[in-house]
């Protein structure tokens, strides 16, 4: 009696092909050209932009003498690395702000949207911010959001070190 059911067949199809493969054998999965050009990297502020409903509140032009926004001569060293295994560290650089703060914070990340925005610690507070620009040099994040009625965006430039 011949069995017919062709769900059974590629179900029997499938437990053959993975029971025969070895750890071995497994091809390693090339990065992505996003990963490639994100990851592995220090990246320094090194520009940033802010508007209100369209209007520059402050740029990023002389950022070596700090932008208005909180970016102290102590944070100016600081770099951001993004690594394959999807965390994302913060580091204070060569001088801190305070002595007492950690080197290091981590966190995580991951590509969203079609690897077009990054996602923050996902979950359901997670932070999320576009990709301008992720070359492997250059990485610009930016976003825009409402808040009390007006519209507010803002565009970091990064520099890879």
């Known amino acids: ?28 999965i090339p990065a992505t050209v996003e990963q ?7 990246f320094i502020l090194t520009d940033y932009l802010y508007t209100r409903n369209d209007s520059v ?37 060569a001088t801190k702000c305070d002595p007492t703060d950690p080197q290091t914070e981590t966190g995580t990340w991951a590509f969203y949207d079609s690897a077009t925005k990054l996602i923050f610690d996902p979950g359901p507070d997670a932070d999320t911010v576009n990709i301008i620009r992720n070359d492997g040099t250059v990485l610009i994040l930016g976003g825009s959001y409402i808040k009390m009625g007006d519209t507010l965006e803002t565009r970091a430039t990064y520099t890879a070190q």
């Open 36 to 42: 490639t050009n994100l990851c592995g990297k220090n």
């Open 1 to 28: 009696m011949k069995n017919k059911n062709p769900i059974l067949i590629i179900l029997f199809a499938s437990i053959l092909s993975f029971s025969s493969c070895k750890d071995d054998d497994e091809a390693v």
């Open 57 to 93: 509140i402050n740029s990023g032009v002389g950022i070596n003498n700090g932008l208005g926004l909180g970016l102290y001569a102590c944070q100016r060293d600081n770099f951001e690395r993004y690594e394959t295994n999807g965390t994302h560290t913060v580091d204070e650089g």
